[in-house]
Every structure is written in structure tokens, then in C-alpha cells.
């Protein structure tokens, strides 16, 4: 289990942190990565991952991606592998992120903004049409 990670309704973990904070000991299995080219300049990861194109407090620049990498972060965590979603500092575009995971296991899409809120990050998922890309995910 990783350093940090929380558990989703369905029993499934993840863990969300920032880029910019310094690692965790501890790798995951795979990773999903919030950002644009600046983010991703000069990082590397020895675990699979994936990127998804998503400009500081925006929206992501393709939803049909982000939806599918969301989706996919979700299947591996119910697998049980040891997974994280990061941004650069770990709170809105994470948080908006782990707000669809909590969606995908179970939690209304209404209210998956204040779970997330009440489990993972006090601030997360930090604009107005951040939180309504939650409420508008396919659960």
C-alpha cells in the first residue's frame, strides 16, 4: 500500500499527491500525471504512466482522454495495484480527478466533490467548472 493513499467507497486506493512536493519513498505501479509540456519537462518515472494534457486550474484539453485514463487509473486500483494521480501541486486538478474516482466507486456525482473535500484534501478540486466536470462525469 502507498505511502499517503486513501480508500475509495468501493475498497479500491489511490493515492494523490503534488509534483512539486518531494517524492514518497515509495513507487507506484502506475501513475497518472496532470499537466501540460512545463510540468512534464525533465520528469521522469521508472513506472508506467500516462499524461494527461490539463493546464493549471482549466479543464482537460481532450475529455475523451482524461475519461479513458481516469477510467483506467480506476480499473487498476480495483485490481489492487499500488497507483497515484499527481499535478503539480496536488489539489485542484488532483482532487478533481480523485472526485471522478469516487464517482466511479459509488458516491453520487454530486457529492463526490465534498467527499473527496472531507477525505483527501480540504481545497481540492479548486474552480467552478472543475466542479462541474465532476458532476457532468461518466460514471
Known sequence: MLTGAIELPDGSRVRGRGLRNPAPDDAPAYGLYLGGSRLRRGREFAWAHDWVDWPDFLLPRSTED???????LHSR????????????????????VVSCLAVLAGVPS??????????????????PWQKAWVRRFPG
Open 66 to 72: 482524461a475519461v479513458r485514463l481516469i477510467r483506467g
Open 77 to 96: 486500483a480495483l485490481a489492487g495495484e499500488d497507483v497515484e494521480v499527481a499535478c503539480g501541486g496536488g489539489v485542484g486538478r488532483t482532487g478533481t
Open 110 to 127: 454530486g457529492e463526490a466533490v465534498a467527499w473527496t473535500r472531507a477525505h483527501y484534501h480540504h481545497r481540492a478540486v479548486e474552480t
